[in-house]
């Protein structure tokens, strides 16, 4: 693919859609007040985002980690445009269509018996919404009133809704400002290491019976800034989880798909949850759709005689088979192309290439799981002007909370990757520089 360099941006006049439009839209987790403004963009192909003037940025994101086989990919497209032909959307209540069952029937071929049942919804913070009341309803369909709170982590990263937030990290997470209005829930350390299972379990003694499961990211913390626990942190919760008779729900929303290295970061642990979510790179980031998977066990405890005791939810466009359709071309694309190969290849990449960022002052820590790199520094005042420099060098990254990070498309080649950890080297090296 021609790529034009980033720095000799052609004089090409903003367009008309982005002048006329721009002043009415707000933006996600932004100071409209003092954000340069966002970039119009044209296109998207493979690895690279086209901006409206002509610069070609190599994706170090992958659109929030959604497109993990590039943009616009061939099959999707197409299964998208021969679904859109035929029924963009039906309502899912009482009706049902093909592409949503047979979605159903594969993820829960894909995921370990008994997690069965496919609960599906449009968005990865209603996944979780959708994921804790099951399970408080499950508490309450067996006749158990006291457990409504549920324990989650420090550093964790459940979405933006406001039960989601609740089992967000409280101090370090986006959420804090609304700390008085959230339902309490027990946040605690993530247990590490053998005193800090010790001291999950002697939590859970204490304080297990208030709760009705602990929602847990397996193996890496997202959104809360892209920390690493080990598979041995998701055995113990596991292990402490059916001791203590609760219920344990993996957010795999980030992890899913290939992001680790394995269809699903659960699968390195060797664990099996109860409740499953799903979402971003769900439909290979073609469309909004979530998916809240239970076991058998959490589903037979919504069977009765009683109107009351079914799941009491149900997203207007649930199940939307446009969505439906794209998650199955993205699932027969992980069936037939090396999707987890490519991503410990590029855990490889990365752990070789972002390893001389280590010894530059000021930054923290260099760390790489699967398809994710991480470069933690030490003072994020100047993150305006980092994400400036990263589109002068021709890369789409945006760094966060106190990281540089890249999430790349599974697919994106060699060539791509090398720019895209050389800018990194490149603009870390000049901001230690100049610290
Ligand atoms: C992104 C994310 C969510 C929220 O998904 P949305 O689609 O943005 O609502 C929830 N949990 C995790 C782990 C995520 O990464």
Same mark, same amino acid.
């Given at each position: 693919?021609?790529?034009?360099?980033?720095?000799?941006?052609?004089?090409?006049?903003?367009?008309?859609?982005?002048?006329?439009?721009?002043?009415?839209?707000?933006?996600?987790?932004?100071q409209?007040?003092?954000?340069?403004?966002?970039?119009?963009?044209?296109? #998207?192909?493979?690895?690279?985002?086209?901006? =409206?003037?002509?610069?070609?940025?190599?994706?170090?994101? =992958?659109?929030?980690?959604?497109?993990?086989?590039?943009?616009?990919?061939p099959?999707?497209?197409?299964?998208?445009?021969?679904?859109? =032909?035929?029924?963009?959307?039906?309502?899912?209540?009482?009706?049902?269509?093909?592409?949503?069952?047979?979605?159903?029937?594969?993820?829960?071929?894909?995921?370990?018996?008994? *997690?069965?049942?496919?609960?599906?919804?449009?968005?990865?913070?209603?996944?979780?919404?959708?994921?804790?009341?099951?399970?408080?309803?499950?508490?309450?369909?067996?006749?158990e009133?006291?457990?409504?709170?549920f324990?989650?982590?420090?550093?964790?990263?459940?979405?933006?809704?406001?039960?989601?937030?609740?089992?967000?990290? @409280?101090?370090?997470?986006m959420?804090?400002?609304?700390?008085?209005?959230?339902?309490?829930?027990?946040?605690?350390?993530?247990?590490?290491?053998?005193?800090?299972?010790?001291?999950?379990?002697?939590?859970?003694?204490?304080?297990?019976d208030?709760?009705?499961?602990?929602?847990?990211?397996?193996?890496?913390?997202?959104a809360?800034?892209?920390?690493?626990?080990? @598979?041995?942190?998701?055995?113990?919760?596991?292990?402490?989880?059916?001791?203590?008779?609760?219920?344990?729900?993996?957010?795999?929303?980030?992890?899913?798909?290939?992001?680790?290295?394995?269809?699903?970061?659960?699968?390195?642990?060797?664990?099996?949850?109860?409740?499953?979510?799903?979402?971003?790179?769900?439909?290979?980031g073609?469309?909004?759709l979530?998916?809240?998977?239970?076991?058998?066990?959490?589903?037979?405890?919504?069977?009765?005689?009683?109107?009351?005791d079914?799941?009491?939810?149900?997203?207007?466009?649930?199940?939307?088979?446009?969505?439906?359709?794209?998650?199955?071309?993205?699932?027969? *694309?992980f069936?037939?192309?090396?999707?987890?190969?490519?991503?410990r290849?590029?855990?490889?990449? *990365?752990?070789?290439?972002?390893?001389?960022?280590?010894?530059?002052?000021?930054?923290?820590?260099?760390?790489?799981?699967?398809?994710?790199?991480?470069?933690?520094?030490?003072?994020?005042?100047?993150?305006?002007?980092?994400? =400036?420099?990263?589109?002068d060098?021709?890369?789409?990254?945006r760094?966060?909370?106190?990281?540089?990070y890249?999430?790349?498309?599974l697919?994106?080649?060699?060539?791509?990757? #090398?720019?895209?950890?050389?800018?990194l080297?490149d603009?870390?090296?000049?901001?230690?520089?100049?610290?």
């Amino acid at each position: 693919m021609a790529c034009r360099s980033a720095a000799g941006a052609p004089a090409v006049p903003t367009p008309d859609w982005f002048a006329e439009g721009e002043r009415h839209i707000w933006l996600p987790y932004t100071q409209m007040a003092t954000a340069p403004p966002p970039l119009p963009v044209a296109a #998207t192909e493979g690895t690279r985002i086209v901006l =409206a003037d002509g610069r070609e940025l190599v994706d170090g994101i =992958a659109s929030w980690w959604t497109a993990c086989h590039g943009y616009n990919h061939p099959h999707i497209r197409a299964a998208v445009a021969d679904q859109l =032909a035929r029924m963009p959307h039906v309502m899912f209540g009482g009706l049902v269509n093909e592409p949503a069952l047979r979605l159903a029937r594969r993820l829960a071929g894909l995921l370990p018996d008994p *997690l069965n049942r496919v609960f599906f919804s449009e968005s990865g913070s209603v996944a979780v919404e959708i994921a804790l009341k099951m399970a408080l309803q499950y508490r309450l369909n067996q006749g158990e009133r006291g457990r409504h709170r549920f324990v989650s982590f420090q550093g964790a990263y459940h979405g933006d809704t406001f039960a989601a937030m609740s089992v967000c990290d @409280p101090e370090e997470g986006m959420h804090s400002l609304f700390a008085g209005a959230l339902p309490e829930q027990h946040v605690v350390p993530l247990p590490r290491g053998e005193a800090g299972i010790a001291a999950f379990n002697a939590f859970l003694d204490a304080e297990g019976d208030s709760a009705a499961a602990v929602i847990i990211e397996p193996l890496v913390q997202g959104a809360g800034g892209m920390r690493f626990h080990e @598979p041995e942190t998701l055995q113990a919760v596991r292990t402490a989880c059916d001791r203590h008779g609760l219920l344990l729900i993996a957010d795999e929303i980030m992890t899913g798909f290939g992001r680790t290295g394995t269809l699903f970061a659960c699968e390195q642990a060797g664990i099996v949850p109860d409740i499953v979510t799903l979402s971003k790179a769900l439909t290979g980031g073609t469309m909004a759709l979530a998916a809240t998977v239970a076991s058998d066990r959490v589903f037979e405890a919504f069977l009765s005689e009683r109107a009351d005791d079914a799941l009491m939810h149900g997203p207007t466009f649930m199940a939307n088979p446009l969505a439906c359709a794209a998650a199955n071309a993205s699932l027969d *694309l992980f069936e037939r192309e090396p999707r987890l190969a490519q991503a410990r290849a590029i855990e490889r990449h *990365l752990e070789a290439a972002l390893e001389p960022a280590r010894a530059l002052p000021g930054v923290v820590d260099v760390r790489s799981r699967g398809a994710i790199g991480v470069i933690q520094l030490d003072d994020m005042s100047r993150i305006d002007w980092l994400k =400036a420099r990263f589109v002068d060098a021709g890369v789409w990254v945006r760094p966060f909370a106190d990281i540089v990070y890249v999430t790349p498309a599974l697919t994106i080649d060699e060539v791509d990757l #090398t720019r895209l950890t050389d800018a990194l080297i490149d603009v870390v090296t000049a901001w230690s520089r100049e610290r």
